[in-house]
């Protein structure tokens, strides 16, 4: 078990403890992917991204591939939130240029169909181990899975979708059925982030991508409900790690969302004003984020002027400095390397 944040010299452990300092600790969402040259490369050596992400040994080098060429403060683990959906018995698979595909897609087939295979977790686990045998000891290991609202997404739709009508249809026309769902993914990405943090992972942080979509009294039911449950029971199995909450697009619901979920640290997408963030946001509660990832792949001015004003807005609360969303592969790696010197303040 890692020590308490408050116990640690590592710097987002501090933060996420509640300690402000000055510079703040630094890592990026997708970090490991498709901008690095390295990256692309032991892709194509592997073939498929499903093939990538359960070949522990590759799942492992990706994951640190960044830390050797930037001073991030964290390391997140390789790996994709469709596992779950994966170890609950749909099938996965990943179609070039279009994306993941999940089969059955739930919206009409029967869930009682399904046969759930949790071996297909193990080789997530194995890759934690091995990113935690290699890290440097200054530095933080990230797991994570997505939030069962946007799992739940794609296993009803079988694929992604920017609106998510399917499954919020299905939410309304029977949220008996929709709510078992739920349930079921509740249940194991409990476990699969619990066998994680006893693989090394000292952080992790849940993905909610596509709480954006939806409407105040779904987004308390489907949302904060089922986030605070898994916040609950994860913290009762390990009490000392800290637990960030991602809901992107969540807009005036975030401060809601933070007092009634009791996640350690919110994470701000690109959207949100960080200075509204700590106006509203409970005094004192860590904040993630939030540079909009198109300022990054600019880069020159409009990146500095947006880094200083995150870091200025945020100045007196607990803050890891990220981005909004994702990393975009088109990303030039000089602007990564500058963003890095930014927030160090190696002006």
């Not at 993941?100 to 194995?126: C, G, K, Q, S, V």
């Not at 779904?218 to 029971?233: N, S």
Request: overall charge negative; proline content about 8%; some cysteine.
């Amino acid at each position: 078990m890692p020590d308490g944040p408050a116990k640690s010299g590592k710097p987002i452990l501090r933060v996420l403890g509640g300690e402000r300092v000055d510079s703040p600790p630094l890592w990026l969402m997708r970090q490991a992917g498709r901008y690095l040259p390295e990256y692309r490369q032991l892709r194509k050596d592997k073939g498929s991204f499903l093939d990538l992400v359960y070949d522990s040994e590759a799942a492992a080098e990706v994951t640190v591939q960044p830390l050797k060429r930037f001073a991030f403060d964290a390391a997140i683990l390789f790996s994709d939130i469709l596992i779950v959906p994966f170890a609950i018995g749909q099938n996965l698979s990943f179609v070039a240029g279009e994306g993941p595909r999940l089969t059955p897609p739930l919206m009409a087939a029967d869930l009682d169909n399904l046969t759930p295979n949790l071996t297909r977790l193990e080789p997530i686990y194995e890759t934690v181990a091995k990113v935690k045998a290699r890290l440097d000891p200054a530095t933080t290991l990230i797991g994570f899975a997505g939030s069962p609202w946007t799992v739940a997404t794609y296993m009803t739709a079988g694929q992604g979708s920017r609106e998510q009508s399917d499954t919020r249809r299905l939410a309304y026309l029977d949220p008996e059925r929709f709510g078992e769902i739920m349930a079921r993914i509740e249940k194991v990405t409990l476990n699969y982030l619990s066998r994680q943090i006893e693989a090394g992972a000292e952080v992790v942080q849940l993905f909610d991508s596509w709480s954006g979509s939806l409407a105040p009294a779904q987004f308390e039911q489907w949302v904060i409900a089922p986030t605070a449950r898994l916040v609950e029971r994860l913290r009762d199995e390990h009490p000392d790690v800290p637990i960030i909450g991602f809901p992107k697009g969540a807009g005036a619901r975030l401060a809601a969302y933070a007092r009634e979920t009791a996640v350690d640290c919110v994470g701000l997408d690109e959207t949100m004003d960080p200075a509204w963030a700590d106006r509203e946001l409970p005094a004192g509660l860590p904040v993630q984020g939030n540079l909009d990832p198109l300022a990054l792949l600019a880069g020159g001015e409009a990146m500095a002027s947006a880094v200083a004003r995150i870091l200025e807005a945020l100045s007196a609360r607990p803050h890891i400095f990220n981005l909004g969303h994702g990393i975009i592969k088109e990303t030039p790696i000089a602007h990564v390397e500058r963003l890095v010197e930014l927030v160090k303040g190696r002006q």
